[in-house]
């Protein structure tokens, strides 16, 4: 099977000045997570090295420059699957780097599927994982996306139930997350997806992303789908598990089935998003309803890119 690697790097209502630094950003993280995949490496590893490159950098909404909490702080979350149905999923975490790789361990060293709050946190002290000191991970574009989103509020212009609004504005921070689907040479698919929610979230609020089926799916025998977008709308839809489905019953490539299902998704529940599908023959799919969504798939050795709608870039990988 030939590796393929697909990334994104959250939908949403990303600005001009945001644009440079996520395709920096998204062509770094899918050239680190296919160097695992070149090399024989698993699905699995490539996913977790593509996650783990994006929540180091301050340009995406997971690990370092997350969104912020109505109490200014960050409030982490995460999910990872392989096609053989096992997953780790974690929420509430806070003061870690690498939510990703907490709920990897979740999976391999728990008999659990999804931990939380500070139990969640208590356990990956147990797997040695370095807790920052407090505030760590907030960036001082958090701190004023935050502190125009509570002006905003104040005077009743906005609020984080209203994808609408939302959507219409340059909303302050990005409800977008990061994610990554990769197949392997051995046909194994794995979905990596870890978010810091979004701005003004209520603090103990958990989003789409840690949830099977909204944020992150894989199946072998289908494919594999990461999500990015309003969390209140794609839980509610369970977009990743829809497109998955709509691949498995009509047999429509996993583009169509991306595609198809994003829309019907804003049409039925207003709120946008995006999603990133690699079917198990190794067919691509990517569609977003939002303004924007960063993405980049590395496949035969060229690197595919794009962040406003239409794109397609094309460089050697
Ligand atoms: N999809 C990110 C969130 O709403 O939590």
Same mark, same amino acid.
């Given at each position: 099977?030939?590796?393929?690697?697909?990334?994104?790097?959250?939908?949403?209502?990303?600005?001009?000045?945001?644009?440079?630094?996520?395709?920096?950003?998204?062509?770094? #993280?899918?050239?680190?997570?296919?160097?695992?995949?070149?090399?024989?490496?698993?699905?699995?590893?490539?996913?977790?090295?593509?996650?783990?490159?994006?929540?180091?950098?301050?340009?995406?909404?997971?690990?370092?420059?997350?969104?912020?909490?109505?109490?200014?702080?960050?409030?982490?979350?995460?999910?990872?699957?392989?096609?053989?149905?096992?997953?780790?999923?974690?929420?509430?975490?806070?003061?870690?780097?690498?939510?990703?790789?907490?709920?990897?361990?979740?999976?391999?060293?728990?008999?659990?599927?999804?931990?939380?709050?500070?139990?969640?946190?208590?356990?990956?002290?147990?797997?040695?994982?370095?807790?920052?000191?407090?505030?760590?991970?907030?960036?001082?574009?958090?701190?004023?996306?935050?502190?125009?989103?509570?002006?905003?509020?104040?005077?009743?212009?906005?609020?984080?139930?209203?994808?609408?609004?939302?959507?219409?504005?340059?909303?302050?921070?990005?409800?977008?997350?990061?994610?990554?689907?990769?197949?392997?040479?051995?046909?194994?698919?794995?979905?990596?997806?870890?978010?810091?929610?979004?701005?003004?979230?209520?603090?103990?609020?958990?989003?789409?992303?840690?949830?099977?089926?909204?944020?992150?799916?894989?199946?072998?025998?289908?494919?594999?789908?990461?999500?990015?977008?309003?969390?209140?709308?794609?839980?509610?839809?369970?977009?990743?598990?829809?497109?998955?489905?709509?691949?498995?019953?009509?047999?429509?490539?996993?583009?169509?089935?991306?595609?198809?299902?994003?829309?019907?998704?804003?049409?039925?529940?207003?709120?946008?998003?995006?999603?990133?599908?690699?079917?198990? #023959?190794?067919?691509?799919?990517?569609?977003? #309803?939002?303004?924007?969504?960063?993405?980049?798939?590395?496949?035969?050795?060229?690197?595919?890119?794009?962040?406003?709608?239409?794109?397609?870039?094309?460089?050697?990988?």
């Amino acid at each position: 099977m030939e590796p393929i690697l697909l990334v994104h790097g959250g939908a949403g209502d990303i600005t001009n000045a945001r644009v440079s630094g996520k395709l920096d950003g998204i062509k770094t #993280s899918v050239r680190r997570g296919f160097s695992v995949l070149k090399n024989g490496g698993s699905a699995l590893d490539a996913v977790e090295e593509a996650v783990r490159s994006m929540e180091l950098d301050e340009n995406f909404n997971a690990g370092y420059g997350s969104c912020l909490n109505t109490n200014g702080e960050v409030e982490v979350e995460a999910s990872i699957m392989i096609g053989d149905l096992k997953s780790g999923c974690v929420t509430l975490l806070h003061d870690i780097m690498h939510p990703i790789s907490v709920a990897r361990k979740v999976m391999e060293k728990t008999n659990h599927t999804f931990l939380g709050g500070e139990q969640a946190m208590q356990f990956a002290v147990n797997q040695n994982f370095e807790i920052l000191p407090k505030g760590s991970l907030i960036t001082q574009n958090a701190k004023d996306a935050l502190a125009e989103f509570l002006d905003r509020q104040s005077k009743g212009l906005d609020t984080i139930f209203s994808p609408t609004e939302l959507d219409k504005k340059e909303a302050p921070g990005e409800p977008g997350t990061v994610g990554a689907v990769a197949i392997d040479i051995h046909g194994n698919i794995a979905v990596a997806t870890s978010t810091g929610g979004i701005t003004g979230k209520i603090p103990g609020r958990i989003g789409d992303t840690p949830i099977l089926g909204s944020g992150t799916y894989a199946d072998n025998t289908i494919g594999g789908v990461s999500t990015t977008g309003h969390g209140e709308t794609l839980m509610r839809f369970n977009l990743a598990q829809r497109i998955l489905q709509k691949m498995f019953y009509e047999k429509v490539s996993a583009q169509e089935a991306t595609e198809f299902t994003v829309k019907e998704m804003t049409k039925r529940l207003v709120g946008t998003g995006g999603a990133i599908t690699i079917s198990k #023959s190794g067919d691509i799919g990517i569609h977003f #309803s939002s303004k924007r969504m960063a993405w980049a798939y590395i496949k035969s050795n060229k690197l595919f890119f794009g962040i406003n709608k239409g794109d397609s870039y094309v460089e050697s990988a």
